[in-house]
């Protein structure tokens, strides 16, 4: 196998079981929307949207963290204005939506969401807390190991890919059908690395996770 990506179907993770295609995929022409839809959210994006740990008044409860990297292409070269998007669990291992039903408290000054654009160099940089582990039901005892989900655009919806990030050493990795369903030869790409640079004295610790959009060494996608 030599693609990075997840196969549609991984019968451990079980919800693919039902959302993996049977046939053959159709063909179908794009409308306008798809390509020229704006990115989400409203308005421009501004540099308070790359802070997810304040919300409100008042700070995100939480091991702080400063998330950065670089986009690039398949041939090394940065991807500049690139929308990049995140969203995760709070400290406590709950997303802020409606949906999720972990008895975990809620953060009222934890954003959940966040999004920015890369530079000339294709540098993106991100303040948060590092997310908590949270049950999720896909099998007896089953746990996510701590995570972070990107989502970049392209110049169109229909060039959108979305990924995740990991955090080092996390006992939960052997135990997560979603992290296996990834070739191992290419699930170290999904797992930042600390980064003392970036690390902030007395305030934040520093996670480097780099994104390559295609080719070799291409960050696995996620492709349904």
């Known amino acids: 196998?030599?693609?990075p990506h997840p196969p549609l179907l991984s019968p451990g993770y079980r919800s693919t079981v039902l959302r993996?295609?049977?046939q053959q995929p159709?063909?179908?022409?794009?409308s306008l929307g798809e390509l020229t839809g704006p990115v989400l959210g409203e308005g421009p994006v501004v540099a308070g949207d790359a802070d997810l740990s304040v919300d409100g008044s008042g700070e995100a409860q939480g091991q702080r963290i400063v998330v950065h990297g670089r986009v690039r292409d398949a041939d090394?070269?940065?991807v500049a204005d690139q929308?990049?998007?995140?969203?995760?669990?709070?400290?406590a291992g709950r997303y802020l939506h409606k949906w999720?039903?972990?008895d975990a408290p809620l953060d009222p000054?934890?954003?959940?969401?966040?999004?920015t654009v890369t530079d000339a160099q294709g540098h993106y940089r991100f303040v948060t807390v590092k997310?908590?582990?949270?049950?999720?039901?896909n099998h007896a005892n089953a746990w996510r190991p701590a995570h972070i989900h990107f989502s970049l655009f392209g110049r169109a919806f229909t060039q959108r890919l979305v990924t995740q990030m990991y955090f080092p050493d996390d006992p939960l990795f052997a135990y997560d059908p979603i992290y296996n369903s990834v070739p191992e030869f290419a699930r170290d790409r999904l797992v930042s690395h600390f980064d003392l640079s970036a690390t902030v004295e007395s305030w934040a610790l520093g996670f480097r996770f780099d994104i390559v959009l295609s080719g070799a060494s291409a960050t696995p996608m996620e492709t349904s």
């Open 20 to 22: 993996a295609p049977r």
């Open 131 to 137: 997310p908590g582990a949270y049950p999720w039901g």
């Open 100 to 102: 999720d039903r972990h």
């Open 83 to 91: 929308l990049v998007e995140v969203w995760q669990a709070n400290a």
């Open 109 to 115: 000054h934890f954003a959940g969401a966040g999004r």
């Open 1 to 3: 196998m030599t693609t």
């Open 26 to 30: 159709i063909l179908l022409p794009h």
């Open 76 to 78: 090394g070269r940065p």
